[in-house]
């Protein structure tokens, strides 16, 4: 099954920055998307990937974008910790 990347965005989101990223499946099948998390200090920003691509069975690709920034806003909400980093 293939898919071709159609659309990233970046929105700011209680001090985090969401990039959404959707692909059109081949054959019409519908949509994936993942999403990244990011936080910027100043000095450094820590990403954080989630690569589970779920499929959207929205039937544009904003509609499906508009998912994926709803699942990260979600899981921002959840309150989501960034990952510790070694010293």
């Avoid at 990233?8 to 959707?22: C, K, L, Q």
């Avoid at 990244?36 to 069975?57: M, N, R, W, Y």
């Avoid at 806003?73 to 510790?84: C, N, R, T």
Wanted: proline share 3%; hydrophobic share 40%; aromatic share 10%.
């Amino acid at each position: 099954m293939g898919y071709t990347l159609r659309v990233t965005t970046r929105v700011p989101y209680n001090g985090f920055i969401i990039e959404a990223r959707v692909r059109e499946l081949s054959n019409d099948l519908g949509w994936t998307w993942d999403f990244s998390i990011e936080k910027h200090d100043g000095q450094a920003v820590t990403v954080t990937p989630f690569f589970h691509q779920q499929l959207a069975t929205q039937s544009t690709e904003e509609s499906a974008l508009a998912v994926a920034v709803a699942h990260a806003k979600k899981k921002i909400d959840d309150g989501f910790q960034l990952p510790l980093t070694g010293a």
